[in-house]
């Protein structure tokens, strides 16, 4: 059995290193004993004497698997994302560049909010959670995103309407009605959005055109920019 686990150890060094990608980290394991079993569609893997847990330690988008049980791959065919990546050794399910860790702990979002690791829009909402964490919307809250909600022409103006959240800058973008002229974009608003209610202090935020008329034609897009 000695034996056995010294093979298994050498396995796991060969694994972490290609996890690293390309960074070699010589290290020895203790040696230790488990074992296992299966019942129908399900198995179990036991270990006894290994150091540390599954995944102890993590830095960047590397993570450090200790122990043997690291070197098993149950579902290989597992691959939430069709990125190649069995999702036992991805470090993003669902491919929306947040890492599983910051999902399941919730800390890509302020406040604090878990989202699902095999999925990357948790709310259906149209928008990845990426995005939501970008924009500071609520991926958990299918209401909760960044969107035009109104367009109203009045009295030779046009007011843009969209859902905000507080703090947030945003750049409002007017085309007019030839898409394909370079000339036609330009930017009719950047401002800073305040108010709202915790947790989320959302707020509903408007900004006008006045240089539209009766019979112009325009197009308006809503930007968050990074804070």
């Known amino acids: 059995m000695r034996i056995l686990v010294s093979i298994l150890g050498g396995l796991l060094i060969g694994l972490a290193a290609g996890r690293a990608h390309a960074i070699t980290n010589a290290s020895a394991v203790l040696d230790g004993a488990g074992q296992w079993t299966s019942g129908g569609t399900y198995s179990n893997i036991s270990a006894v004497a290994q150091p540390g ?3 102890v330690s993590r830095g960047g988008t590397y993570e450090n698997f200790a122990g043997f049980l690291g070197t098993f791959i149950l579902r290989p065919g597992l691959d939430t994302d069709g990125d190649g990546i069995p999702d036992e050794l991805d470090n993003d399910n669902d491919g929306d560049t947040i890492l599983d860790h910051e999902e399941r702990d919730g800390s890509a979002f302020d406040p604090v909010t878990a989202t699902d690791i095999n999925d990357p829009d948790s709310d259906n909402d149209g928008v990845d959670d990426d995005d939501e964490a970008a924009a500071g919307t609520n991926p958990t809250d299918e209401n909760s995103l960044l969107e035009i909600t109104d367009l109203v022409f009045s009295n030779d103006t046009t007011f843009v ?12 973008h007017a085309y007019n009605e030839d ?3 370079p000339h036609a974009l330009f930017v009719l608003s950047t401002n800073t959005v305040l108010g709202g209610t915790a947790p ?7 900004v006008s055109d006045e240089s539209a008329s009766a019979d ?9 920019l990074s804070n």
Do not use: Q
């Open 53 to 55: 847990g599954i995944i």
């Open 161 to 172: 309407t969209w859902k905000a959240r507080s703090n947030k800058t945003y750049v409002v």
């Open 179 to 181: 898409l394909t002229d």
């Open 200 to 206: 989320w202090y959302e707020v509903i935020h408007t």
């Open 216 to 224: 112009t034609t325009r197009f308006y897009r809503v930007e968050v």
